[in-house]
């Protein structure tokens, strides 16, 4: 197996501590690949990064017009929330919009992210549930879908239900690979994740960023969806997150979504660009530092735009005391390799 | 520089989801180096995971001896702890016999791991101090050595105070190499750490492991140090940790001490080997998994008590619904690296 390059480096002091490898993949909205820094051709699973995608079904069905789903209920759609308390309330308010309960969520149960969250759910003698689940908004979503559908809700995270074979169809159709059952994964929340190439997300996400390569339904629905996370970047992650960070700056010049296991997408609609990450160890710290240069540099920002991007370039490591004792860094090659996207101001 | 091998791998459904790279040295009680995995003459910072190192001037420079810490007292010097109620008491009690209070502590405040701790202090109106910091107990042994050495305790956490330079002179002496300036961070409480080869700290823990190579004083001193470890578990990190689940079920066989950023440090005295591990990326998770199959192979344990340490040299990954969606895994180079330690059953 070819060894991916260092992407990330976390410092302390005079010395490099940790070291995170991985592999990027940028593609325009012809489908070209035009950066490729590591293996890029190996299967991924993309997690909670292609949650745009897995949305599209609800938004280019017809079910979040036919529910009046607000657009901060589109975004939460897309969303891996904290479980604050309008995360909460919007996902109820999507299932009431469908006609059911929480109780059909098939997520599992998840306390809040943020201490403050859990501390004022016990303090009101409220178990953590499946509301509070990062991803209820996702499956309140696909449940809507399936009630549009005309079909039995219950079992609606299963491989073979009817709506998990239309959000496989869908994200087949947009990375333009099959998604087959020896790529197959569970996810945390229990639906289906399907491996396939950085190159493929990429691809997939390309065409999130220009609305190119798809029917004009298809087009529509994606510019709904890139319109409603840029007007709900709250309703995408939530307090201190960095998708939400990145996107309330950058409002609708970058869609960026996190997964599990440092998967990051982004869809950069300015110079029309997809870009999918993975970080090898699947760390969070290290995906999010990748993605936040590849925004900086290819996302068509303008130069002070990008500049007001360096704490989440190189963001400062910090002791319990509050003192500065290193930073963490895109390294060399991966900078390299995004200076020479065409894209960049 | 050289790559490291792929030492820890994560499974998802058919496919290795992550992978985490890393070095891992052991040394015998001669000071060999029996098992070379990696690049393990690079320097490392061990944080937290020399705490036993650091605590040996509290025990064979007498201060421990003169206020009369228990042996709770000595493992809670030695510890990252959760900030539960007992590690909060230990502490408190540390300070009183040196005749301070928590005030004198320089490791800034942190609330406790656990969130049950945290409510429990919430409802009590108590914010989160440095006296819950993981790092407490190390903190009050180092304030009571100060007192012992009857300098003034302020500072006792810059480079240049006369406990951090005993507490480097030791580490020196254990490791076999001069800690220098150009080496040195700064830690996640605020005291300097010190980088070194993997193979100078698995040196040092080998000492630790057989009292061999040291003066007669040292090894009456690694000894108790030993013995309050593998009485008090629970005193080294807490509950649900690996460190305290370890050494609960393996008794005096094995003294293992978790550090920042995936190192990890073992003593087995039955076969006098000591260990040092450094994961590439800083993964947790893969620190664990490698030092809990260096554990069952190396440190001399029976073949059923290796064997009942499969939960922890090959954890599941659950995901929210409970479901198993994959596993966490010593790789193959690395496995077959451990399997020829002469130290195993």
Chains 1, 2 share one sequence.
Not at 70 to 80: P, Q, R, V
Not at 252 to 266: D, I, Q
Not at 272 to 301: H, I, N, P, Q
Request: glycine content about 12%; overall charge neutral; aromatic content about 4%.
């Amino acid at each position: 197996m070819a060894v991916n390059p260092i992407v990330v480096e976390v410092t302390r002091g005079p010395l490099v501590e940790s070291r995170h490898r991985g592999a990027l993949s940028i593609a325009d909205s012809d489908g070209r690949i035009v950066l490729s820094l590591g293996d890029t051709t190996a299967p991924v699973f993309p997690r909670s990064a292609v949650k745009p995608l897995q949305a599209l079904p609800l938004v280019e069905g017809g079910a979040a017009r036919a529910f009046g789903f607000t657009d901060a209920e589109i975004a939460l759609a897309c969303s891996s929330h904290n479980g604050e308390p309008v995360h909460v309330e919007t996902a109820r308010s999507m299932l009431a919009k469908a006609g059911l309960t929480e109780d059909y969520l098939e997520c599992g149960p998840q306390p809040p992210a943020r201490d403050e969250d859990r501390f004022a759910l016990r303090e009101a003698g409220i178990a953590p549930g499946r509301i509070h689940n990062n991803c209820s908004g996702k499956h309140a979503g696909m449940l809507a879908v399936a009630c549009f559908m005309g079909v039995d809700p219950r079992g609606y995270s299963s491989a073979n239900h009817p709506v998990q074979q239309r959000v496989r169809q869908v994200m087949e159709e947009m990375a333009g690979v099959p998604l087959t059952a020896d790529h197959c994964g569970i996810d945390g929340c229990s639906i289906p994740t399907w491996a396939a190439p950085l190159d493929s997300w990429a691809g997939a996400f390309a065409k999130v960023a220009s609305g190119r390569g798809v029917d004009a339904g298809r087009a529509g629905a994606l510019a709904h969806l890139r319109s409603a996370a840029a007007n709900h970047p709250f309703m995408i992650a939530g307090t201190g997150r960095f998708c939400t960070i990145l996107m309330d700056r950058l409002g609708a010049s970058a869609f960026v979504k996190t997964g599990a296991e440092g998967v990051y997408c982004a869809a950069f609609p300015g110079p029309g660009l997809g870009v999918a990450l993975k970080v090898d160890d699947g760390g969070t710290r290290a995906a999010e530092c990748l993605m936040a240069a590849a925004t900086a540099e290819c996302a068509g920002l303008s130069a002070d735009q990008s500049a007001a991007l360096s704490d989440l370039v190189q963001p400062s490591v910090k002791n319990r005391v509050g003192i500065v004792v290193g930073d963490i860094r895109v390294a060399a090659e991966a900078r390299a390799g995004l200076a020479t996207i065409p894209g960049r101001p």
